[in-house]
Nanobody, 124 residues
C-alpha cells in the first residue's frame, strides 16, 4: 500500500502561482511513477502531469503545458506541482496518484493509489 497526502492548495488570483506537494509513505517512493490529476465541479477527472520514477521524463496535459512543472525528490518521498500563470479554469481539486508502472503513464485508470485531494481556487 502507498499513502499519499497532498498539500499546498488555496485561493490565488489569476496570474498567480501555487506549488502543490504530495508526500508518499508505505512503499519505496522511487519505484513509483507519480501523477497529478484534477477534477472541477461537474467535470470528469483529467490528467495534469506525470513524472517517471527517476524524474528524468515528464508529460503534461495540453491545457497546462508551459505553465505547470512537475518534479520529484526521491530522498524526501515527495512530488511537486509548480503552477504558474494560473487561470480561473484551473480551479479544481487536485489529486496526487502513484503507480508501479515501469513507463510513465497518463491515463486515470493506470494509477492504483490516490490521495484525498487539495482544493485550488483561482479568482478572476
Amino acid at each position: 500500500q502507498v499513502q499519499l497526502v497532498e498539500s499546498g492548495g488555496g485561493l490565488v488570483q489569476a496570474g498567480g502561482s501555487l506549488r502543490l506537494s504530495c508526500v508518499a509513505s508505505g512503499r519505496t517512493f522511487s519505484n513509483f511513477v507519480m501523477g497529478w490529476f484534477r477534477q472541477a465541479p461537474g467535470k470528469e477527472r483529467e490528467f495534469v502531469a506525470a513524472i517517471s520514477r527517476s524524474g528524468g521524463r515528464t508529460s503534461y496535459g495540453d491545457s497546462v503545458k508551459g505553465r505547470f512543472t512537475i518534479s520529484r525528490d526521491n530522498a524526501k518521498n515527495t512530488v511537486y506541482l509548480q503552477m504558474n500563470s494560473l487561470k480561473p479554469e484551473d480551479t479544481a481539486v487536485y489529486y496526487c496518484a502513484a503507480d508501479a508502472s515501469i513507463a510513465i503513464v497518463t491515463t486515470l485508470n493506470s494509477y492504483a493509489y490516490w490521495g484525498q485531494g487539495t482544493q485550488v481556487t483561482v479568482s478572476s
